[in-house]
């Protein structure tokens, strides 16, 4: 069963940049797409970004031009670059891993800790 740890969060201010990170064992990354979500407080976890296996990404429409994902094999990690941060990115960040990319959080039952978000000045 895959392991998963996200890291990398924190506060930054408006306009910030952060990186996070989502580190996995248990599995053979390379055949996984991985997801990036959220979770702000009150609210329902949200599907932010995914790369497939081959390469290809996709964004919900709020972070496009702004989060960069990707990953590197070798390592069994992916990552978030998350630029241009606004206080609506406040959030716990949360990843995880399928045969495809997944944009809706409630099929999958385990999650990591999660790293929080917060751009606040």
């Known amino acids: 069963q895959v392991q998963l740890v996200e890291s990398g969060g924190g506060l930054v201010q408006p306009g910030g940049s952060l990186r996070l990170s989502c580190a996995t064992s248990?599995?053979?990354?390379?055949?996984?797409?991985v997801g990036w979500y959220r979770q702000a407080p009150g609210k329902e976890r949200k599907f932010v970004a995914g790369i497939s296996s081959e390469g290809s990404t996709n964004y919900t429409d709020s972070v496009k031009g702004r989060f960069i994902i990707s990953r590197d094999n070798a390592k069994n990690t992916a990552y978030l670059q998350m630029n241009s941060l606004k206080p609506e990115d406040t959030a716990v960040y949360y990843c995880?891993?399928?045969?495809?990319?997944?944009?809706?959080?409630?099929?999958?039952?385990?999650w990591g800790q999660g790293t929080q978000v917060t751009v606040s000045s």
């Open positions: 248990g599995g053979i990354f390379g055949i996984y797409a």
């Open positions: 995880n891993v399928g045969l495809e990319v997944v944009t809706t959080p409630d099929r999958f039952i385990k």
